[in-house]
């Protein structure tokens, strides 16, 4: 599986206009599939060699105009060069905007955050390690990108309570209102807006933790900031959180972070890739990007982060699959058997992945076989 560099200019919107284009650059972006023989459940596989060893870098890609047609995203089914072996000659329709619609579909089998609180939330203890930075030296586009994550809508109320403290503003960035550290909240529908024990706000509002603090919807942690707002069916709650930390928690929240690190880092990458999709084809253009639940993606928040989660995202830094310039839809589930029935046997089996990378296979090896004909790619940002 051949890598890419792609860098991006440093201002948001050319930014968020580059990420959209994703680049009709010439160059290869063929790769030859691993020899990979899918693992056997009821057997204890071998390690295999290695095939890729150590991956060279194409040359870095540089483009002063990145405008190119902000739908250049291809759908998995799309992405792949005819089934193999074990795919089905003719795969099913794709769910829209969406993984598969069941819990079960990711390995580690999570569930959206709840909408009860504790009345008085304790800080989480992140026992993770902080990760080494990436082994690039470079920003990408993971220390840049802002993800909108619904963690909670079309609700009556809201539980929310700041770790170290907090303040609410409006749009505009005004204080509203301060927020104790480790005390609840709850939010509701008052007569004019948003209102909060007893303050009457506007109908969005913006929730900050104080400096190094999390923000709790429901029974989970978060990073990152809040945006609260009334809409015709309810409240929503949305977590606006850097590329980087989500997937910290992602990689968690879908994977068990005890698993190999190439495991991991597979998991990663093809999270990053399916966020990015939906950073550019929203679930709601006003409001969020997806979910926090496995019909998109899992994403449990701070407790499910781990020193090994955070070393798969960091030491994969901007890798996405890419397919003819494009940014792919890389759809996975937990085993194959639900990648069979929900994606027409098209992405990645999370259980499969965990025995190839046992058996010594690395990160790129596993998704070249789950992604055939595509490459990996890196969103860097100019210096």
């Known amino acids: 599986m051949l ?18 284009a994703l680049l009709l650059v010439s160059g290869s972006f063929a790769f030859a599939p691993a020899d990979m023989v899918r693992p056997d459940a009821d057997s204890s596989p ?15 890609l540089q483009s002063d105009t990145l405008s190119v047609n902000p739908w250049i995203i291809y759908r998995q089914a799309e992405a792949f060069v005819g089934p193999t072996a074990a795919q089905p000659s003719s795969p099913a329709a794709q769910p829209d905007a969406a993984k598969a619609g069941s819990s079960s579909s990711s ?52 539980s929310l309570a700041a770790s170290t403290g907090g303040v609410i503003t409006d749009l505009d960035g005004n204080t509203l209102r301060s927020l104790s550290a480790q005390s609840g909240y709850t939010a509701t529908i008052g007569t004019q807006g948003i209102a909060i024990d007893g303050t009457n706000l506007p109908t969005a ?10 923000l709790a919807i429901g029974n989970s942690w978060y990073r990152g900031r809040l945006l609260l707002a009334i809409r015709e069916t309810g409240l929503i709650a949305v977590n606006h ?23 991991l880092k597979a998991q990663a990458i093809a999270a990053r890739s399916y966020a990015l999709t939906h950073n550019i084809r929203p679930a709601s253009n006003d409001y969020y990007d ?48 639900i990648v069979n029935t929900a994606h027409g046997g098209r992405g990645m089996s999370q259980l499969d992945a965990l025995k190839f990378a046992e058996q010594g ?6 998704l070249a076989y789950y992604y055939p004909g595509t490459a990996l790619a890196r969103l860097e940002m100019e210096p």
């Open 107 to 158: 390995a580690q089998n999570s569930t959206s955050a709840g909408a009860t609180a504790p009345t008085a939330p304790t800080a989480p203890i992140v026992k993770a390690a902080a990760a080494p930075p990436p082994t690039s030296g470079s920003l990408t586009i993971d220390a840049v990108l802002e993800m909108r994550v619904a963690l909670t809508r079309d609700v009556s109320t809201v």
């Open 205 to 214: 509002v913006w929730v900050y933790p104080n400096e190094g603090g999390y």
């Open 3 to 20: 890598k890419r560099c792609i860098r991006l200019p440093k201002s948001r919107n050319e930014k968020l206009g580059a990420i959209a």
């Open 46 to 60: 071998t390690v295999g060699q290695l095939r890729s060893g150590k991956l060279p870098l194409q040359p870095w």
């Open 241 to 263: 959180v850097l590329l980087r930390d989500y997937l910290y928690s992602v990689v968690g929240s879908e994977m068990s972070p005890s698993w190999s690190i190439e495991a």
């Open 361 to 366: 296979y690395q990160y790129a090896d596993i």
């Open 290 to 337: 997806l979910d926090n639940t496995p019909r998109f993606q899992a994403y449990g928040g701070v407790d499910k982060e781990a020193n090994t989660t955070q070393t798969a995202v960091n030491e994969t830094s901007g890798e996405f699959i890419s397919q003819a310039g494009g940014i792919v839809e890389s759809l996975y589930a937990a085993s194959q058997d």
